[in-house]
């Protein structure tokens, strides 16, 4: 990040229209001031003064300064890279799509806001400033862009040990406040293809991790991030679900590399940033394979037996089959920080991206796959399992989900936010093995795993939750300790002894301070608001919610939260054009619709919810939740052999789900399809072998 002086402006200004879709931006000069002519927030256009450059390299943003403090980076970019290889041109952030003034992702809008999405990690020792009662910044910093203190933490201890040449015992890490040296030592031996540490390591999220991956990550601030101390105490790092990443764990949206790292066998054997990048010249330690053989012998791994490929190719390159790069902002590849191996067996079946196909484009992922078993046979290897599987599947839904997530959580030898997403995604609804799946978690070593299994027990009524939670009140982990406050929002205080309720008072004024943070996002405001749902306190909800509709006009959550917080205060006649603006602004967002459909039935307008609830069911298929209730609304209206069409096809779905199932038999009941109705019976039987309503009904149905 620089001044916009010509000294540091790339992009070429010399009276230059760009026109994306129709909307025309010209960039321009008055001397030495940049400027640019473009549509403004309410559509309309207006010249505007380039405050900041933002990037050198493969790109270059520009930062507009806003008379309330906020700088906007404009979505036209300049392409920085060589004419030769398509660059020193303008081009859009989103270029298949126009994005007019009122999108949320028009440069104007929260998304593009400097302040709270990009600050933190691009200038040294920020402080954002943003006053909540105006809707305003003042944001400073000590040095505009990344500095040394930015990952040294403060200097002035390092410059008085400096001066006063006292030694490095009467200074911790001469003067820093932190350690972010790679520590680990790599030998080889004539036994052994790969280096080893010389002691048994356990991954330091306290160190050089801690503070490269404050920036390198998709995550939420819990807490300043120039402080020393663990990572999972001052962020909380996105889990591995779509559309963040592939089903299978691959990088898919930006994630900046942390998340992809943790789930690398590197990561745990102890590799740090520093191994593999030079921090001060952002250089690779070595060029191209040596930087992998600095652990990796070159004898066994960097030869045509290992990569079946041509030496010197682009095939025999560790990085292409290891780490494979997914191009982001157009011009930007980034590879995948897994480091994982190759296995387009697994695209096959689950459609998720592998770096044999990735190259080889003309090819299929069934031809990747049989060229892969041909080596191995060769080598007598065969490929281990893959927690990819087990994700892949919890994401779809499939019947076997909850076992294949249960037994990765309870995995040790799978990374720990692998094991953590598998918990997340048993969150839903109640399943007994899911619960003793979280509950044998809960103490696990790594955060990730804690958090998870946390989750999971929103599945359980809030008076079941609290003693699972409130020890978790104390974890050493600030993201855990978060989780379970959030989920214990309900609790009254009557509920606990006064010991119990201290504990939780503490703990809520950790997450409130957290959620303070965030005053200036969507995201904040809707937490925020959920807090004081929970809490009875609907009148701060409602102003929480709109605020964040302030923010970011048509904000899904924020809309979806207050129309039904005006369903619980009885003022549906306030959701309703709320749900409404938003399908017209955007009419293929299933939730709406539903939310929709919900509200025009409460009020007895029984056609058009349906309409509105069949709308939502089409626009997501495989949502149980927003089939079942669709079905529900057309048998209740005398729909039978409709709803029964629905049911059967959400059944074939989830044939566990016994919810469908006892829909499904009362509209097969209702409509005198007695065998039909026998066969679903049976099929319900069992999932329920000693129930003997269902063995009193299966009798009643042979009678008929």
């Not at 294949?404 to 953590?420: D, H, T, W």
């Not at 924020?558 to 205060?569: Q, S």
Request: hydrophobic content about 35%.
């Amino acid at each position: 990040m620089k001044p916009a002086t010509p000294e540091y402006v790339l992009g070429d200004f010399g009276d230059v229209t760009v026109d994306h879709y129709g909307d025309k931006s010209r960039f321009f000069r008055r001397d030495d001031t940049f400027l640019v002519e473009t549509t403004n927030a309410k559509g309309d256009t207006e010249v505007f003064e380039i405050a900041y450059t933002f990037g050198v390299e493969p790109l270059q943003q520009y930062l507009i300064a806003f008379p309330d403090g906020r700088l906007q980076a404009l979505s036209l970019s300049w392409d920085s890279r060589p004419e030769s290889e398509g660059g020193q041109r303008w081009f859009h952030l989103y270029p298949d799509e126009r994005i007019p003034h009122d999108d949320a992702l028009h440069w104007t809008g929260t998304y593009f806001n400097w302040n709270s999405r990009c600050a933190h990690c691009h200038s040294t020792n920020l402080e954002k400033n943003y006053d909540e009662k105006t809707n305003s910044y003042d944001t400073r910093w000590s040095e505009i862009n990344v500095a040394c203190e930015a990952c040294h933490g403060p200097g002035q201890s390092h410059v008085e040990w400096a001066k006063n040449n006292t030694g490095a015992a009467a200074h911790q890490h001469l003067g820093f406040n932190r350690s972010i040296s790679a520590v680990n030592q790599w030998l080889h031996s004539a036994d052994r293809d790969t280096a080893q540490t010389t002691a048994a390591v356990t991954p330091d999220l306290n160190g050089q991790l801690s503070t490269c991956g404050s920036c390198h990550s998709r995550r939420m601030l819990i807490d300043d991030p120039d402080k020393p101390g663990h990572f999972f105490d001052k962020h909380q790092i996105e889990s591995l679900t779509p559309p963040l990443y592939h089903s299978g764990g691959q990088i898919r949206d930006e994630v900046y590399v942390m998340g992809s790292f943790l789930q690398s066998k590197m990561y745990q054997k102890g590799v740090v940033c520093s191994n593999c990048h030079e921090p001060h010249s952002l250089k690779l330690r070595a060029e191209g394979n040596a930087v992998c053989a600095q652990c990796h012998k070159p004898s066994v791994f960097d030869t045509e037996k290992h990569h079946h490929h041509p030496p010197a190719s682009s095939g025999a390159q560790c990085a292409n089959c290891h780490m494979p790069e997914t191009t982001y902002m157009v011009v930007d590849p980034r590879r995948d920080h897994s480091i994982r191996i190759p296995r387009p067996d697994l695209s096959v079946g689950h459609d998720t991206p592998n770096a044999c196909t990735q190259c080889h484009q003309d090819q299929t992922n069934v031809w990747a796959a049989n060229a892969m078993e041909k080596w191995l046979q060769a080598s007598n290897k065969t490929l281990p399992p893959h927690y990819g599987e087990a994700l892949a599947v919890g994401h779809s839904g499939a019947v076997p989900a909850q076992q294949l997530l249960s037994q990765l959580a309870n995995n040790a030898e799978q990374p720990g936010i692998v094991r953590g997403t598998a918990l997340s995604l048993l969150s839903g609804q109640y399943d007994s093995q899911a619960l003793k799946a979280a509950r044998a978690n809960l103490g696990d070593e790594d955060p990730l795993v804690r958090l998870g299994a946390v989750r999971v027990l929103a599945m359980l009524p809030i008076e079941q939750r609290i003693g699972d939670l409130l020890p978790m009140l104390s974890d050493p982990r600030r993201v855990v300790r978060l989780e379970a406050t959030r989920l214990l929002h309900e609790v009254e205080d009557q509920q606990l002894n006064k010991e119990q309720l201290s504990v939780l008072k503490r703990a809520r004024q950790e997450y409130l301070a957290v959620l303070k943070h965030h005053a200036d996002t969507p995201s904040g405001q809707v937490n925020l608001s959920q807090y004081h749902v929970a809490r009875g306190q609907y009148d701060s909800a409602e102003k929480a919610l709109q605020k964040a509709l302030v923010l970011a006009p048509y904000n899904l959550p924020a809309t979806m939260g207050l129309a039904d917080l005006y369903r619980v205060r009885g003022q549906d006649a306030k959701g309703e054009p709320l749900l409404r603006a938003f399908i017209k602004h955007n009419a293929e967002i299933a939730g709406i619709h539903h939310s929709l459909g919900l509200l025009l039935i409460r009020q007895k307008r029984y056609e058009d919810g349906v309409v509105a609830l069949a709308r939502a069911a089409e626009l997501e298929p495989n949502n149980i939740r927003f089939g079942y209730v669709y079905a529900v609304a057309l048998t209740s209206r005398g729909h039978l052999g409709k709803g029964v069409d629905v049911l059967e096809a959400l059944y074939k779905l989830q044939p566990d789900n016994q919810e469908v199932l006892f829909a499904l038999l009362d509209a097969l009941q209702r409509s005198q399809q007695w065998q039909k109705a026998l066969v679903y019976a049976e099929k319900l039987q069992k999932l329920e072998p000693d129930n003997p309503q269902i063995d009193q009904f299966i009798r009643y149905l042979q009678s008929q």
